[in-house]
């Protein structure tokens, strides 16, 4: 019985009937809560409605259900970081992926890539936060500006959630409106450090790291890049220590030797160039 409800919610689920789908998975939990697919599938369907409370919650009894070492519980750690990253907890989210990320490369698992991405999004996320406290440190009228705009983005969150619990709309329409609230409240706040930065002749202005100066492997800024047969560079030493161990291309899983990696010379330059004028990243 459950089983078959678990295949119905699934067919749901192809169709974008995430809501649908949702309350099968639910149904089947109640039938059998001790089967970790079903919440495994229950915690991708509301990833897609963005429910991440109950992202997480789905995710971490998978977790408990096949236990931490079981590579099967890779999937799910994937799961629970974005949901973590969704509810604004970055280190939560940085520990739990690069956790999971090394059981992958040990294991060399199909997850490797989507928890390297969520690695990088978690770092991102918690540099984003310290860098809105030190530029609100930095001017007290920008502070209040941004917390205006965030009161008002929790308000209107707050006016559609009401519409959701009073039946006016949906769980796919209140997503997709938080979505839009969001990231119109982002861009208010770009906007408005833009404006602080050009007045401030470039004194109040956020320090972005580029991504492909990050390293795959250890997420720090490359030192000595290389190149693998894949066209991917990562840093020298965290490239040979897992190809020392694993074999293996990261990336496409075919098998080379540390014999194949090529130094990535203006990779190396630019990375050169943006910590001299950047010294603050050696620590980002």
């Not at 639910?26 to 809560?33: E, G, R």
């Not at 959701?164 to 990231?183: H, Q, T």
């Amino acid at each position: 019985m459950a089983q078959a409800l678990k295949s119905k919610a699934n067919e749901l689920f192809k169709q974008g009937d995430y809501v649908g789908a949702e309350e099968l998975y639910s149904q089947a939990i109640l039938k059998d809560p001790h089967d970790a697919t079903f919440f495994t599938n229950r915690a991708v369907t509301r990833i897609k409605l963005e429910k991440w409370a109950d992202v997480e919650h789905d995710a971490r009894a998978a977790i408990d259900i096949y236990g931490l070492k079981n590579t099967a519980t890779l999937k799910s750690s994937y799961y629970l970081a974005q949901a973590l990253l969704g509810l604004q907890r970055p280190q939560e989210a940085y520990d739990v992926a690069v956790s999971a990320y090394q059981l992958s490369l040990t294991e060399k698992n199909a997850q490797t890539e989507n928890l390297s991405r969520t690695v990088l999004r978690a770092k991102q996320q918690i540099w984003a936060a310290k860098e809105t406290a030190r530029l609100r440190e930095m001017n007290e009228t920008l502070r209040s500006v941004e917390e205006l705009v965030e009161r008002d983005l929790e308000r209107s969150i707050a006016d559609s959630k009401a519409q959701l619990d009073a039946g006016k709309i949906g769980e796919i329409g209140f997503g997709e409106d938080c979505k839009a609230l969001r990231e119109d409240a982002a861009k208010m706040i770009q906007d408005v450090r833009e404006a602080f930065r050009i007045a401030s002749k470039g004194e109040v202005q956020e320090r972005v790291v580029p991504d492909h100066l990050v390293d795959g492997i250890t997420f720090e800024i490359m030192h000595d890049p290389v190149i693998t047969p894949s066209g991917m560079s990562y840093d020298r030493i965290g490239i040979v220590k897992y190809v020392e161990k694993a074999g293996v291309d990261p990336v496409t899983r075919v098998a080379m030797t540390v014999k194949d990696l090529r130094p990535n010379y203006a990779l190396k330059a630019a990375c050169e160039e943006f910590l001299t004028k950047n010294g603050w990243a050696v620590d980002w």
